[in-house]
């Protein structure tokens, strides 16, 4: 079975620009999630969708960032503009169903690199 | 606010060492437990998790974690270390309540052959 795979593995970009991150889920996956790494510090949450929904947004840092799913398989993360604290590691999760014990499944993430 | 704290930002062992990587939380309400792992150039992937029952949960590659409810710990152990465990150690809790994971920093342990 496939992972999560993500896509692209590093983008390096200058401040102002638009960069589209994308996950795939794994197959049968209705959840899935953003978190990403600034700077070394902690993982956080940025949202969840189930199927195409956004079921908590709670986590984006602004509305610079913009998170699809059409269609309820992939999904994508656009940055536009781009700011130079926005540099980090992104990475996405799937779980096959929300709750108790249902497991994220994460992939290797994007670098992002805002010059 | 919910949060996770790692106590060592980067641990150095050699082999055969013990090691014990210490992890708290503050949230009142019941959480799940997990300590992901990510080795060098690969994914995050999950060391260990505690939903219930035992508090000791064993997890893959020898490592283990107790979960002490009243102290809001959930310290990660190994009696014996090897240098393929280089890694970076993230503890992460899931309020029950919530479908979002919440990360500590992340503890850089290397091994020195």
């Known amino acids: 079975e496939a992972g999560v795979t993500q896509f692209p593995s590093h983008s390096v970009i200058e401040k102002g620009q638009t960069v589209t991150l994308r996950c795939d889920p794994i197959s049968g996956h209705d959840n899935l999630y953003w978190y990403r790494r600034v700077m070394g510090k902690e993982i956080k949450f940025l949202l969840h969708f189930v199927k195409e929904s956004k079921q908590d947004e709670s986590g984006m840092p602004n509305n610079r960032f913009l998170a699809e799913r059409t269609g309820g398989t992939y999904s994508t993360l656009k940055v536009q503009p781009a700011e130079l604290e926005d540099s980090g590691v992104y990475f996405c999760?799937?779980?096959?169903?929300?709750?108790?014990?249902?497991?994220?499944?994460f992939g290797p993430g994007t670098r992002l690199t805002v010059l | 606010a919910q949060s996770v704290s790692q106590h060592n930002h980067h641990v150095i062992l050699s082999e055969a060492a013990s090691l014990e990587l210490g992890c708290n939380y503050s949230y009142g309400g019941t959480v799940n437990l997990f300590w992901y792992v990510q080795y060098p150039g690969q994914h995050l992937q999950l060391l260990l998790k505690y939903f219930s029952g035992d508090p000791l949960v064993k997890g893959i590659k020898g490592f283990e974690a107790e979960f002490i409810k009243s102290k809001f710990s959930f310290n990660l152990r190994k009696p014996s270390v090897q240098w393929s465990d280089t890694a970076e150690y993230f503890c992460a809790v899931k309020p029950s309540s919530a479908s979002k994971i919440i990360f500590g920093s992340g503890t850089r342990l290397s091994i020195r052959p």
């Open positions: 999760a799937s779980s096959l169903r929300q709750g108790w014990y249902n497991e994220q499944f």
